[in-house]
Structures are given as C-alpha cells and as structure tokens.
C-alpha cells in the first residue's frame, strides 16, 4: 500500500481497485486501528477477513462502552449478538455516561430476554 490509508483517497483508491489484495486491506484496517479511526478500520478488515483486528475492534468497543462499533463489527462477522458481552457494553457505557450507547444496549437485551 503506497500511500497512508489515514486519508480517504488512498482509501477510496484501494476500495475500488480490483487489483487490490486482501494483504493491502489488511495493511490499511491495521493502520487506522493505530489511527484510532475503528469505522473505517472495521470495514477494510473485513474486507480482508481478518478475525483477530475485527476481534480487537469489538472488545475496544466493549471496553469503550460503544455500543455503534460494537453492533457495526458484529453485523460485520456475520454473527450474532453476544448478551454477556452487551451487559458489560451497558454497564461500561453507564459508568462513562455515555446514555444513548447504555439504552441502546440495554433496549437489545430487553427485546430478547
């Protein structure tokens, strides 16, 4: 990957280059995981079906009380939604304060008791 994925250019480039390979989306989610940028990051290491970055994204999400990444990473895996791991998704997002990502959790675990 010639240029720094950090800008959307390079970004939008690699995304719709049919040569690009899945070792140049991994390069690329890796370095906006480091730039803390972990939408853009999600999406390019799908692409790149890398489990362990996705895998990182979610448990940073859950630690990070948010639940927007959390749910963009899990419909990203094509998995289901992991109630202990929304529980501790509510509970950090209530400690930090951040309400609409603790109702949000919180909503998905009232609707499937």
């Known amino acids: 990957m ?12 690699l995304t719709e280059s049919p040569k690009s390979a899945a070792k140049d989306f991994l390069a690329a989610g890796r370095e906006l995981m480091a730039a803390d940028m972990p939408v853009e990051a999600a ?45 501790a998704l509510a509970d950090k997002a209530a400690s930090l304060g951040l309400e609409a990502y603790e109702n949000s959790a919180r909503n998905i675990l009232n609707e499937n008791p």
């Open 2 to 13: 010639p240029k720094s994925a950090i800008a959307w250019k390079p970004r939008r480039k």
């Open 43 to 87: 999406e390019l290491l799908a692409k790149a079906k890398d489990s362990e970055g996705l895998n990182l994204l979610k448990t940073a999400a859950i630690e990070e009380g948010n639940f927007f990444i959390y749910q963009l990473v899990t419909k990203l895996q094509q998995s289901a939604l992991n109630r202990d791991e929304i529980k």
